[in-house]
């Protein structure tokens, strides 16, 4: 009889302390809804506006912005046409931005689709979306002079695709970010379904992928590491989220809708979607690129920023304290 009142409470003790840390694990995780909520309707988290670009093109073809990276102060540009093997060097000048040289890519894809860039240190990471690699090579200096990218080796991303659903061409790699410290590469498929694949770089493994459940868009189109979070453009919402990838949670996220989208109309057209495709966070600035497909700008758009033509458009905003 003792030995049955003994096994009992320990039992009861051990559903006790089961449905103990669930609650815990729900509360836990409610109110990281609740913080991120709070700080989306908080007006210190809004973006502010410091200037609005629109870089003189470098040739007389298309160039549509896929990618940018600040370094030293310059701006490296990269765009997605299969004949531009190269990057772009971009110098601000107040609310200017000068050309100064085009980089020559070196090596890599004969027929490249280049949709993003990340780099640690001097190496490069560029998405091809052309054949789903990601591609790293190095950018070289000489005397603090930029001088050329020289593509060394690939890692190719398997996508994980459910049978019933045919995966889209255009809809493969379309961002890339890069734990430098922990040598994990983060490549983003756009949609279709969207997904984000972890990718161990010494092993070339992919180590887990996901997508992120329950946010107001359908896509993602560029993203950035930073201090165990990911910052991912979800273009179709018109937001910045900014994921911790160790509670698998988006804990913040800003919109920048109000800049980029008026009168039910995007900056360029005619088109029915968003077209921001470039982000690069500093500590105190956010830049955000279109890439226009070559469409001409509107007239909201001129009006307000005294845009025009098919020149794509880059944004730099002062970055939320807390984001």
């Not at 093109?57 to 093997?85: N, Q, Y």
């Not at 000068?98 to 990340?118: N, Q, T, W, Y």
């Not at 050329?148 to 190719?156: A, I, N, Q, R």
């Not at 995966?167 to 590469?185: P, S, T, Y």
């Amino acid at each position: 009889m003792a030995n049955s009142i003994i096994d009992f409470f320990t039992s009861f003790s051990l559903r006790f302390q089961v449905v103990a840390s669930s609650a815990l694990v729900l509360l836990a995780v409610s109110a990281m809804a609740t913080s991120a909520a709070e700080k989306q309707n908080d007006p210190s988290n809004k973006l502010k506006l410091i200037s609005s670009h629109q870089p003189p093109r470098p040739s007389t073809k298309a160039f549509d912005l896929s990618g940018l990276l600040v370094v030293d102060d310059h701006l490296l540009l990269l765009s997605d046409k299969p004949w531009d093997r190269f990057l772009y060097l971009y110098e601000s000048d107040g609310p200017q931005l000068l050309f100064r040289k085009k980089l020559p890519i070196e090596g890599g894809p004969s027929k490249p689709d280049f949709e993003a860039l990340a780099m640690c240190k001097n190496t490069l990471y560029l998405a091809d979306e052309n054949d789903q690699t990601i591609w790293t090579g190095k950018l070289e200096f000489e005397e603090k002079k930029f001088l050329k990218v020289t593509l060394t080796d690939s890692v190719k991303v398997v996508f994980y695709v459910a049978k019933k659903e045919a995966w889209k061409k255009n809809a493969g790699i379309e961002g890339v970010a890069v734990d430098c410290q922990k040598n994990l590469l983060y490549a983003l498929k756009e949609r279709q379904p969207r997904r984000i694949y972890e990718i161990d770089l010494k092993s070339q493994k992919i180590t887990r992928d996901f997508d992120i459940k329950g946010t107001d868009g359908y896509d993602f189109s560029d993203a950035q590491f930073e201090n165990g979070h990911l910052y991912i453009l979800e273009r179709s919402a018109y937001k910045i989220l900014k994921y911790d990838l160790k509670s698998k949670t988006v804990v913040d996220s800003v919109s920048y809708k109000e800049f980029f989208f008026e009168s039910n109309q995007p900056l360029f057209g005619p088109t029915p979607y968003a077209l921001e495709e470039a982000l690069f966070l500093s500590k105190e600035f956010i830049w955000i690129g279109t890439d226009n497909n070559d469409l001409k700008s509107l007239p909201w758009a001129e009006k307000r920023y005294k845009f025009s033509g098919k020149a794509p458009v880059i944004m730099k905003f002062q970055r939320p304290k807390e984001f």
